[in-house]
């Protein structure tokens, strides 16, 4: 038991590294400190000079929680497309383990980044903005961190099946990472973008979630925002699911040799 | 149009050292000197084709990133049509032309005559020469009629022959060749061979690197052999050939050798070494010598009641005299 | 010098091809600076139109920036995808030379992204902007447009040597949008902050674009052209001894050939 749980938290490290082989230490803190501080104080100072000082820390918090879209978009992408690189996914396909558990198991490793990039967010700004969780409902926050980092990532795993036939699905993924900014109340509620994209932006994953965890910074009871994670859930769920139906599609024709010019 | 200082050669290289610096590890970082070229002399004459032979990893693309201006030295001179390489890369680079093997290097969403042209404007060619020019490049490079097709669709030989007609574009006196031919199917990389050989009849200097021994032979007027950043020998291909002192080789096949008829083989004046080797089924007897014709009359008596056959005797190849170079200065 | 303009002309012209066919450079000037457009128009008009001008016009201005400084390190990193980084290096063109011709098709690229974000600032939020005055507004864009072309010539440079300098710059991005205050004033940061923002000359040239589109501004608009123009000089003297750097830098380390 320990030696498999030491095999995976291995497994997970190597996929973390593989991840950023790209970047230099220094590029790496430039992705993962840098863009995530500007990002806050940008939106932040925007929206006081917009609305007052008073409501700086609504966009702070918006800002920090959609930071794990950053993982859990990106991220599972690059892991996907890695295995791709290394010729990786056929074992993956070929082995007889649980597919539906192999799929998700290739996003772990982005919702646990996930997760750790919102509580940095946090961490900058409870130090820039005065963020004070004192009458916070921690655990309840805690959960809302881990179910959005899951549902971004369910999200995720769509464009990782898409990103195996479709040569540019890295800009598609772009142009929603962008509109998730827009469209979840991150910077300013749902309620005023217009109906149409209302109806949007509660089809997306992290709306319901956003919401339900600024409700517990301000100290709601689970109870409360119940109906809101089970939404969030299920959504991402739908998400991951499409991705998973794809995949085995796309299985089914490499099967049949229809997926190498795809590569 | 400046003038050339005097030079006797078209390329002089004297005592030249490349070190590449890097640095390695993430955390801890650690300098590692890698000796590209360990001090290399060369004189390539005017119009002569000159092909740079060794292993990979030898220093051969640095040798011509060097010469081609592309890389700094550590120390030595490099001169090309008597200008430095170092401080006259404008001079330089004027007269020179160069072609990378491989298939990177031109823009494939683009087509091969756009390429051409935004090259021509870069190596600032006046219009109306450049207009000129292209056509006859690409009529000789055998690309006429596709020339609007985009790259991306031409084949590995097109996309050589188009590197070979951007290289070409300058008209220049020198043109350097890192392993023109790799990738290509042999009748291409003949057919390109032979657009060489064609190009230094002309009068143009040519600086060709290559792993393949037989490209060497068939079309350099003089080969060096690189090895370790260190040239380990340097001639003709025959007089190479002649270093490694056997000029002949004789094979034959047999069902059964006894070690006292290898031994009597052995014992002959001009032969220096017997080899066997199993095939299938039978033993291939190889023997360098000398005199492969003097060798053959004696075998029946030698091998008096054993059945040989198949026979042969031919001429050592470059290839020959190459992989004993590399072995030997290990 | 005919041959190196026809040399700059040819880059450009190039480089606009390659840039049609590329998705990225839809993202970048039409998908990105819509978005930015989006959310600064829904913030700033949350409270009131008096503030508008910075959502009409600021999209457009990140979008130009990130285009024009953007698209020319992307493009010097396909180069080097390509292989052909070493080859533009190797001709008797200067590399500046081409350079110019590459950001000034970007710029152009980039001046296309207040197409789409002034239109929907009118279409989407019926915002207009009926204080502009024309003149200004042309010059001061025309000093903005300056102040981008000299620092993307300078950094590009940079990113031909390194390819983790872009990756840092990216990172930066957002920073960078606050610094020059492309969205807001610069007076909304953190007092310490603020000398780096006048040290960059996008900054003044940005002041002067929103003073010459808000009804009540005053100010010395003139006093801002010459101080974006003045930095912008002094960038171009800096960035002449960065080209001398990265042509040796290149030239000991053979970094230009490494995909
Ligand atoms: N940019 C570089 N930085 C560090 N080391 C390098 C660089 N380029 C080449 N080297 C090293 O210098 C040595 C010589 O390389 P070079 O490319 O000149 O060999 P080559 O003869 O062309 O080999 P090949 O036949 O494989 O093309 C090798 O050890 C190589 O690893
Ligand atoms: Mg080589």
Redesign the pocket.
């Known amino acids: 038991m320990t030696q498999s749980l030491a095999a995976f938290a291995r497994s997970t490290w190597l996929q973390y590294v593989a991840l950023f082989q790209w970047a230099t230490p220094l590029g790496y803190f430039a992705y993962k400190v840098v863009l995530p501080v500007t990002q806050i104080v940008f939106f932040v100072q925007l929206g006081v000079f917009a609305t007052g000082p008073g409501n700086a820390l609504y966009f702070a918090l918006g800002n920090s929680l959609q930071l794990t879209a950053n993982s859990g978009i990106f991220g599972v992408i690059a892991t996907v497309s890695n295995e791709r690189q290394y010729g990786t996914l056929p074992l993956l396909l070929g082995s007889p383990a649980n597919r539906l558990l192999t799929f998700m198991s290739r996003s772990f490793v982005n919702v646990l980044d996930g997760i750790v990039s919102v509580v940095f967010g946090l961490v900058v700004t409870a130090i820039l903005y005065g963020l004070d969780l004192r009458t916070a409902n921690l655990p309840l926050l805690g959960l809302c961190i881990v179910v959005i980092s899951i549902t971004t990532a369910g999200l995720g795993l769509l464009f990782g099946s898409l990103g195996l036939v479709m040569r540019d699905s890295i800009i598609v993924a772009n142009v929603v990472y962008y509109g998730l900014l827009i469209l979840c109340g991150i910077n300013f509620p749902v309620s005023r973008l217009p109906d149409a994209l209302q109806v949007v932006a509660y089809s997306l994953p992290l709306t319901r979630g956003v919401m339900a965890a600024r409700e517990a910074v301000a100290g709601a009871a689970f109870g409360q925002v119940a109906g809101l994670l089970a939404g969030e859930l299920l959504v991402g769920a739908v998400y991951a699911g499409l991705g998973y139906a794809l995949f085995r599609l796309l299985e089914g024709w490499a099967r049949r040799g229809g997926l190498q010019e795809a590569y | 149009m400046p003038s050339d200082p005097p030079f006797r050669h078209a390329i002089e290289v004297a005592d030249l050292r490349k070190v590449?610096t890097?640095t390695r590890g993430t955390f801890r970082r650690t300098k590692v000197e890698?000796v590209?070229l360990a001090g290399i002399d060369l004189a390539i004459a005017p119009g002569e084709l000159f092909g740079l032979l060794?292993?990979?990893?030898?220093?051969?693309?640095?040798?011509v990133k060097v010469l081609t201006t592309l890389l700094l030295p550590t120390s030595g001179t490099a001169r090309v049509l008597g200008h430095d390489v170092v401080s006259a890369t404008g001079d330089v680079r004027r007269r020179i032309g160069f072609v990378f093997g491989g298939e990177r290097g031109l823009y494939w969403r683009l087509s091969g005559y756009d390429n051409l042209r935004y090259f021509a404007d870069l190596y600032r060619i006046p219009p109306q020469v450049s207009k000129r020019r292209i056509g006859e490049l690409l009529e000789v490079l055998g690309l006429a009629g596709r020339e609007h097709d985009k790259v991306e669709g031409y084949s590995r030989g097109m996309k050589q022959r188009l590197h070979l007609a951007r290289g070409l574009l300058n008209d220049p006196d020198v043109l350097f060749l890192?392993?023109p031919t790799i990738g290509l199917d042999p009748v291409g990389a003949r057919d390109l061979r032979v657009l060489i050989r064609g190009l230094a009849d002309h009068g143009k200097t040519i600086f060709l690197?290559t792993?393949y021994m037989f490209e060497a032979d068939a079309i350099c007027d003089r080969v060096a052999v690189?090895k370790k950043?260190r040239i380990v020998a340097e001639g003709t291909p025959s007089s190479i050939k002649q270093l490694v002192g056997d000029i002949g080789v004789v094979e034959f096949e047999v069902d059964t050798i006894s070690q006292e008829d290898i031994e009597r083989l052995q014992g002959l004046d001009t032969v220096s070494s017997v080899v066997v080797t199993e095939r299938e089924l039978a033993l291939v007897v190889t023997i360098h010598c000398a005199q492969p014709a003097e060798v053959m009359t004696q075998l029946g008596r030698l091998l008096d009641g054993i059945a040989f056959r198949r026979v042969s005797a031919r001429e050592a190849t470059l290839e020959d005299a190459y992989v004993e170079l590399i072995g030997e200065a290990s | 010098m005919r041959s190196l303009i026809r040399a700059a002309w040819r880059s450009f012209e190039m480089s606009t091809r390659l840039r049609v066919v590329s998705p990225w450079a839809y993202l970048n000037w039409l998908v990105f600076p819509v978005i930015f457009a989006a959310i600064g128009l829904f913030v700033l008009t949350s409270s009131g139109y008096a503030r508008v001008a910075y959502g009409v016009l600021g999209g457009g201005v990140i979008g130009f920036w990130s285009v024009t400084y953007l698209d020319g390190g992307n493009s010097i990193q396909e180069e080097r995808w390509n292989g052909t980084l070493e080859q533009i290096f190797a001709v008797p063109t200067p590399l500046v030379v081409i350079v110019i011709g590459k950001i000034l098709g970007s710029l152009l690229l980039g001046l296309l992204a207040f197409i789409p974000t002034v239109g929907l600032a009118y279409f989407g939020f019926h915002a207009v902007l009926p204080a502009l005055d024309p003149l200004r507004f042309a010059v001061s864009l025309g000093v903005l447009s300056f102040s981008f072309f000299i620092i993307a010539v300078a950094l590009t440079p940079l990113f031909a040597i390194s390819r983790s300098a872009f990756t840092v710059l990216n990172g930066l991005e957002l920073g960078v949008y606050g610094l020059c205050g492309f969205m807001f004033p610069v007076s909304q940061l953190p007092q310490w902050l603020q000398p780096i923002s006048y040290a960059l000359s996008p900054t003044w040239a940005t002041r002067a674009l929103y003073a010459s589109a808000t009804p009540s501004a005053s100010g010395d608009i003139a006093g801002w052209w010459l101080a974006s123009i003045g930095l912008s000089a002094l960038y171009l003297v800096v960035s002449v001894a960065l080209y001398r750097f990265v042509e040796v830098r290149a030239r000991v380390?053979?970094?230009l050939?490494?995909a």
């Open positions: 590449y890097t890698n590209a060794g292993p990979n990893g030898a220093g051969k693309t640095t040798t890192d392993e690197t792993h690189i950043g | 380390s053979g970094e050939a490494l």
